[in-house]
């Protein structure tokens, strides 16, 4: 629904009133809009879409980051030394745990706490909802900090918790088949808070009527949520399902730059901190340039992807 | 923080503001009265239900009381057995006062995300009222282009940005910091949603007054929006204040910049001195929970229609 102020035309009336725009003010007129825009606009195009192309730029050159040193122009050969590096290959695995990890996070546990949390009165659901969603406040740093403490080795809390039903101690971060499940709860920890919030929005959007209909009519419990409850609440599970994948990479990198800077032995690297490595910790430009295309292009097509299946496979309450 | 716009009328019922309304209503079990069967049922439901609940808030909540416990337990005693300390210590907090410059960090911070969350309010209401109230040349394409920044994600941009910044002289400086986070598109879908939805009435009475459209949004909507414009002005302010990657770019000397870098410079220590990291930790969240305290419905509220994370 658009709120819609200007008169296209002037009217036949008005063309009779003496009163007259002054050329100076229509012409001001028809500016206000981008006026208005500009600033906006302006950072936009200035801190988004010049190093988006600067970045396809940068791709085709050997470059160090010094401002003194030469660029040399390599044509495609980053691209050609990128797919040979079995570093990458390993990244794009690594991302993919991240993602299969943040979609349980994302989707899954939110939508088993929104199903019990309708047999819980609105106040302790409010009350609970309210604790869950603390970590959402927590700096990336701190909640990495704190979770570095809490899975110390020796006397941390998580050991010292599960030494008591018996089981080993583990150095959760500095082993390569750990550290990446320990960033992927953590970022699961920050993440729940919003993910409920969203789905018990979601969950209070669908009118009770349906439900209560279906009861009266002698339906389970069961057949409520999967015929009524998981159709209407489809396009909630489809917008939190694809953020979960596209945000994913995002939501990592700080955990991964404070707690394991990509290690051990590369085990916790995605495919934006293998970039980060590339450009910042190697300065190889051209190399990181063609890694961040590369992936630009790869999240674009899932995101095209992620919009069809929205499209396809959401159910609305017309 | 990645900022998520959730489409109101695909994932949270109609319109906006409802939606935190609607989270209140009573659930639809179909509870017949004077139905002994179903009552029964629903009461192991309850109990269950509250089971799970109490051990998902344990798993979020218990690592922050941890860490404000920690940080006033003596510095000898952080890794004893013993789960609550008897003896209270203020310790690590003056140690933290003495290996970082929290005073200025905290200054620091704040000047950060007052600019950041102030800058991006005005761009994007500027921004959000061009396209709900004008209809013009371009406007669809350029609505495309706030959508698809948000598409960008930041580590593709960051070499550029970071060759700009060092060519512009920015680098290590707070203006390094502020200036590149100027406009959020997140802040114009939001705002735009909310101007959509401004009762025409009042513009069109004020248009009939003769008012400019630069007097009518300074007079007519910020007026109204207040609420909207609070609830997104703290979200900024918060995803602002919490921000980490851009200041480490920016700042070499990271024991001056902000406050988030300032912890992090403890754990390149050789011996990580946990306590006073805790309680450095702590200090710096404090501001935030005591925002959420006060102003929890509200934000509560605004992260719905937003998806922030």
Known sequence: ?318 | MTLVLLQPDTAAGPAGPPVALGIRRPPGRGVIPGEPSFQRRSRLAAVTGHLVLILLAAFTVLPLAWLYLTSFRPPDDLFSDGLISTSFSLSNYSSALRSIPVGVLLEHTVIVALAVSAGQLITSLLAAYAFSRFRFRGRGVLFGIFIGSWLVPFQVTMLPNFVLLSRLGLLNSLAGIIIPQLSSAFAVLLLRQHLNGFPRELLDAARVEGQNSWSTLWTVVVPNLGPALAALGILLFVSSWNEYFWPLLVYRNISYSVIQLGIQGFLNAVTINYGALMAASGLATLPIFAIYAVLQRRMVGAFVRSGLR
């Open chain 1, 1 to 318: 629904m658009l709120v819609e102020i200007q008169p296209r035309e002037p009217s036949p009336v008005a063309l009779s009133v003496p009163v007259r725009r002054t050329p100076v003010r229509r012409s001001a007129g028809r500016l206000a809009p981008y006026l208005y825009l500009f600033p906006a606009l302006a950072g936009l195009v200035l801190w988004v879409y010049r190093p988006l192309a600067e970045t396809f730029d940068y791709s085709f050159y050997n470059w160090d980051l010094l401002p003194t040193s030469p660029r040399l122009a390599v044509g495609w050969s980053n691209y050609k030394q990128l797919s040979h590096l079995p570093a990458l290959w390993q990244a794009v695995g690594t991302t993919g745990v991240y993602i299969a990890g943040l979609i349980v996070f994302g989707v899954g546990l939110p939508l088993l706490i929104g199903v019990v949390a309708q047999n819980v009165s609105p106040r302790s659901r409010s009350a609970y909802r309210a604790l869950i969603f603390l970590p959402v406040l927590v700096s990336p740093v701190v909640a990495a900090t704190l979770w570095e403490f809490l899975l110390a080795p020796s006397g941390g809390l998580v050991d010292t918790v599960l030494g008591w039903f018996g089981l080993a101690q583990t150095n959760w971060l500095q082993q390569p088949d750990t550290a990446k499940y320990a960033i992927v709860a953590i970022s699961g920890w920050k993440l729940l808070g919003v993910s409920v919030l969203v789905l018990t929005a979601g969950l209070a959007a669908i009118s009770p009527e349906y439900s209560e209909a279906a009861a009266i009519d002698g339906a389970s419990r069961a057949q409520v949520f999967r015929r009524i409850t998981l159709p209407l609440l489809s396009p909630t599970l489809m917008f939190m399902f694809i953020t979960a994948v596209l945000f994913s990479s995002q939501i990592v990198f700080p955990l991964i730059n404070v707690l394991t800077q990509g290690g051990p032995q590369g085990a916790s690297t995605d495919v934006y901190y293998f970039l980060y490595q590339y450009g910042f910790t190697s300065f190889n430009v051209g190399l990181a340039s063609a890694a961040a295309v590369c992936f630009f292009i790869a999240f674009g097509v899932l995101a095209l992807i992620c919009a069809w299946l929205l499209d396809r496979f959401s159910f609305y309450d017309n």
